[in-house]
């Protein structure tokens, strides 16, 4: 079992910077590729990001290519989404996913363990 908190989530301005963390516990954190995913109100949950057990390789939705970094730090059971030049259609519950391989990272029901989600708000 891994369990999974998130943190960092707000209300910021368009073009502002936020940085989401999620802290695990239980089960060896290095074990799982980590993902992170959101869900915005009366849409599908979707994709933003994810990286390999090692940190070795990372993957992004395209409308975050060039906007988010995810990084990890295993010492630290924490996963990290550094978010830049935010708009409000970044507004969703934001949500890390743990999964125990870095396979169709994309697809949500490749991860085992959710955490509770982190709201964050954009506005114009």
């Known amino acids: 079992q891994v369990q999974l908190a998130e943190s960092g989530g707000g209300l910021v301005q368009a073009g502002d910077s936020l940085r989401l963390s999620c802290k695990a516990s239980g089960r060896a954190f290095s074990t799982y590729a980590m993902g992170w995913f959101r869900q915005a109100p009366g849409k599908e949950r979707e994709f933003v990001a994810a990286?390999?057990?090692?940190?070795?390789?990372?993957s992004y939705a395209d409308s975050m290519k060039g906007r988010a970094t995810i990084s990890r730090d295993n010492a630290k059971n924490t996963v990290y989404l550094q978010m830049n030049t935010l708009n409000p259609e970044d507004t969703a519950v934001y949500y890390c996913a743990a999964a125990e391989q870095y396979y169709n990272v994309k697809n949500y029901r490749q991860y085992k363990y959710w955490g509770q989600g982190t709201q964050v708000t954009v506005s114009s």
């Open positions: 990286v390999t057990k090692t940190a070795l390789s990372s």
